[in-house]
Nanobody, 121 residues
Framework: QVQLVESGGGLVQAGGSLRLSCAAS????????MGWYRQAPGKQRELVAV???????NYADSVKGRFTISRDNAKNTVYLQMNSPKPEDTAVYYC???????????????WGQGTLVTVSS
């Protein structure tokens, strides 16, 4: 069993900053990748940022230069530092991980429940 728990969401003013955290727990042997997705009202869920086990990162064009994804392997935690957020960044942010876990090591894709980020103008 593997779970992801997000934290750090809330209300922030445009131009401020916010940091989201996502901690993976359970029977985990390795984490291949962790990332953040978001879904804004009336829109499809989209990839925000991802970081692989090798440290490679990818960002949506809309957040490049403003958001930074990072990880703490010892804590099985991924972070999303949101600098200069804009009202259009308002969305439910979901943590995602691809892990090897379980009593019998198995490739698993796991999602968090989501955390709401609201950016006020």
């Amino acid at each position: 069993q593997v779970q992801l728990v997000e934290s750090g969401g809330g209300l922030v003013q445009a131009g401020g900053s916010l940091r989201l955290s996502c901690a993976a727990s359970g029977i985990i042997f390795s984490i291949n990748a962790m990332g953040w997705y978001r879904q804004a009202p009336g829109k499809q869920r989209e990839l925000v940022a991802v970081i692989t086990s090798g440290g490679s990162t990818n960002y949506a064009d809309s957040v490049k230069g403003r958001f930074t994804i990072s990880r703490d392997n010892a804590k099985n935690t991924v972070y999303l530092q949101m600098n200069s957020p804009k009202p259009e960044d308002t969305a439910v942010y979901y943590c995602n991980a691809i892990v090897v876990g379980g009593l019998v090591p198995t490739n698993l894709e796991v999602w968090g429940q989501g955390t709401l980020v609201t950016v006020s103008s």
